[in-house]
């Protein structure tokens, strides 16, 4: 048994040095700090459960006014992280309903996908992903959209380096440089608007 045990923390440390190699690659460190935008971060927290990489996500409580988190034209940027593997949640009620985890691998071949259509401030189209994911676990379906989505499939996009089941805004041969222009195009349009304003 102990052997067996050895080769499963073997293989979860494996897991996470492949991921970690490919964050790494993709880590951008202070490279947008000079733009004058509020800096903001969202955590996605990694962890190995079955032997695969799984992001831990928080369900807000109602009590938590969703819109005072991040100001418009604010610079967010993911953060991956990882946990321990035996990481037990005791969210504060206040502010979590509930806490669910979703392997990794969803959000490029998921089974409950849907592009939402929505239109930027700068009044060009573009679309939003939205997953719903049927928790085993808790019995429960959960809906993980937006940013918080975005960020997933990025992530996603990053440590497996595989191409989605669903089209994204990105060019996947040149993730990052696309990615970075991306930013910048949403940046520029934010700034704009602010001149624009006085």
Same mark, same amino acid.
């Given at each position: 048994m102990?052997?067996?045990g050895?080769g499963? *923390?073997?293989r979860?440390k494996?897991i996470?040095d492949k991921?970690k #190699?490919s /964050?790494?690659?993709?880590?951008v460190g *202070?490279?947008?700090s000079?733009l004058?935008?509020?800096k903001a971060s969202?955590?996605?927290?990694?962890m190995v459960? !079955? $032997?695969?990489l799984?992001?831990l996500?928080?369900?807000?409580?109602?009590?938590?006014n +969703?819109?005072s988190c991040?100001q418009?034209g604010?610079?967010?940027t993911?953060?991956? @992280?990882? #946990?321990? !593997?035996?990481?037990?949640?005791?969210?504060?009620?206040? $502010?979590v309903?509930?806490?669910?985890v979703v392997p /990794?691998?969803?959000?490029?071949n998921p089974?409950k996908?849907?592009?939402?259509p929505?239109r930027?401030? *700068? @009044?060009?189209?573009?679309w939003?992903h939205?997953?719903v994911?049927?928790?085993?676990?808790?019995n429960t379906?959960? $809906?993980?959209?937006g /940013?918080?989505?975005?960020f997933a499939?990025? &992530?996603?996009?990053?440590i497996? @380096?595989e191409?989605?089941?669903f !089209? +994204?805004?990105?060019?996947?041969?040149n993730l #990052?440089?696309s990615s970075e222009?991306?930013?910048?195009a949403?940046?520029?349009?934010?700034h704009?608007k602010?001149?624009?304003k &006085?």
């Amino acid at each position: 048994m102990e052997a067996a045990g050895c080769g499963a *923390d073997r293989r979860r440390k494996s897991i996470k040095d492949k991921a970690k #190699i490919s /964050l790494r690659k993709y880590d951008v460190g *202070d490279k947008f700090s000079h733009l004058p935008l509020t800096k903001a971060s969202v955590l996605m927290p990694l962890m190995v459960k !079955d $032997e695969k990489l799984h992001v831990l996500f928080t369900v807000r409580s109602m009590k938590v006014n +969703v819109f005072s988190c991040f100001q418009m034209g604010s610079l967010i940027t993911p953060v991956a @992280g990882f #946990i321990d !593997d035996s990481f037990q949640a005791c969210p504060n009620p206040e $502010e979590v309903s509930a806490v669910f985890v979703v392997p /990794l691998d969803y959000f490029i071949n998921p089974v409950k996908y849907t592009a939402l259509p929505y239109r930027a401030s *700068d @009044g060009v189209s573009h679309w939003m992903h939205s997953f719903v994911y049927d928790d085993p676990e808790h019995n429960t379906s959960y $809906e993980i959209w937006g /940013l918080t989505a975005h960020f997933a499939v990025f &992530l996603a996009l990053v440590i497996f @380096g595989e191409r989605p089941t669903f !089209d +994204v805004e990105y060019d996947l041969d040149n993730l #990052i440089s696309s990615s970075e222009d991306s930013l910048l195009a949403l940046y520029k349009t934010q700034h704009e608007k602010r001149k624009s304003k &006085l």
